[in-house]
């Protein structure tokens, strides 16, 4: 069974910029989770879909967006790139709410 | 609301020590609860987990068990290698909140 995969793994670009980011999850799993890891303020949760509903949102600016499609396959976008923005994108997913989540090898993002 | 604590890192061990790593947590409801694993460049590896009161999760020599009285679930292993050398995160999924929630992470370095 393939794991969750993320692509691209590396990405530069430049401030003003926009991103997107993609995340295939393990066949079967409805929900799909991302998150911002920085050295400075470790693991952030940005926002979980669930059967292509957003269920919970982070406390990001509107730049992040995310959304799910009908497979479960998720995009992530973020508009105006700031230096900031440099971080791990990882993502994550889930067969059901309650269950563990399985994570993606993540998308080094760096804003130049 | 829903919330995972660790002991501040890093954590430095000689290869053979003892290793803890605490870890407490806040739930709404009856949560289930992980430790993850991240090794560097990589994305969060399921290390083990437990899902009711006085259940014990084992992997790779690792263990915790589920404190129910003390809100706890502790990460421990009798011998450490330098290839245990990453970060550890505990994390809990609330069955009643529906959150999935990441503590701040602990560092581990094992030194031959």
């Known amino acids: 069974k393939a794991g969750v995969t993320q692509t691209p793994r590396y990405l530069i670009k430049t401030r003003g910029q926009q991103v997107t980011l993609s995340c295939s999850p393990i066949?079967?799993?409805?929900?799909v989770s991302w998150y911002q890891q920085t050295p400075g303020q470790g693991l952030q949760f940005l926002f979980e879909?669930?059967?292509?509903?957003?269920?919970n949102k982070g406390n990001f600016p509107g730049r992040f967006s995310g959304r799910q499609f009908s497979n479960s396959r998720s995009e992530m976008n973020v508009s105006t790139l700031e230096l900031g923005d440099s971080a791990l994108y990882l993502c994550?997913?889930?067969?059901?709410?309650?269950?563990?989540?399985?994570f993606g090898q993540g998308t080094r993002l760096t804003v130049v | 609301g829903d919330s995972v604590t660790q002991m501040e890192g890093p954590v430095t061990l000689s290869e053979e020590a003892f290793l803890t790593i605490n870890c407490t947590y806040t739930?709404?409801?009856?949560?289930?609860l992980f430790w993850y694993v991240q090794y560097p460049g990589e994305g969060l590896q399921l290390l083990l987990k437990?899902?009711?009161?006085?259940d014990k999760g084992s992997n790779k020599g690792f263990e915790a068990t589920y404190r129910k009285e003390t809100t706890s679930f502790h990460l421990e292993k009798g011998s450490v290698q330098v290839s245990d050398s990453a970060v550890y995160f505990c994390?809990?999924?609330?069955?009643?909140?529906?959150?999935?929630?990441f503590g701040p992470g602990t560092r581990l370095s094992v030194l031959p």
């Open positions: 437990a899902t009711k009161a006085d």
């Open positions: 879909y669930f059967s292509e509903t957003q269920r």
């Open positions: 994390a809990l999924s609330d069955r009643l909140s529906q959150n999935f929630v």
């Open positions: 739930a709404t409801g009856y949560p289930s």
């Open positions: 994550a997913s889930r067969a059901d709410i309650n269950t563990e989540a399985f």
């Open positions: 066949s079967g799993h409805r929900s």
